[in-house]
């Protein structure tokens, strides 16, 4: 089964950037999508971003033109570019991705913390 390892989190003030990387145990190549999911305290954990393996990327209203979703399948990684940041952005961001199988990769990683606060 592969391990997803979320990193890049932190503190950034409003309207700061942040690039946050997922690194997969094995190949992403068979996965039907990647994406980056956030859950910020006492809330649903939510999709904001995904990548098909063609490149087609999708993006919650939240977060569009400002978050950009990228993927290197050569490196098995996944990134979320994060720009023009409001502190409603902060939450705890995974990534997680459907295998052929219909079914997301379990456990989830432990996420990286994204705090917006000036």
């Known amino acids: 089964q592969v391990q997803l390892v979320e990193s890049g989190g932190g503190l950034v003030q409003p309207g700061g950037s942040l690039r946050l990387s997922c690194a997969a145990s094995g190949s992403i190549l068979n996965f039907i999508y990647m994406g980056w999911y956030r859950q910020a305290p006492g809330k649903q954990r939510v999709l904001v971003a995904s990548?098909?393996?063609?490149?087609?990327?999708q993006y919650d209203d939240s977060v569009k033109g400002r978050f950009t979703i990228s993927r290197d399948n050569a490196k098995n990684s996944v990134y979320l570019q994060m720009s023009s940041l409001k502190p409603d952005d902060t939450a705890v961001y995974y990534c997680n991705g459907y295998l052929p199988t219909f079914q997301l990769v379990t456990p989830w990683g432990q996420g990286t913390q994204v705090t917006v606060s000036s």
């Open positions: 990548i098909t393996g063609d490149g087609i990327t």
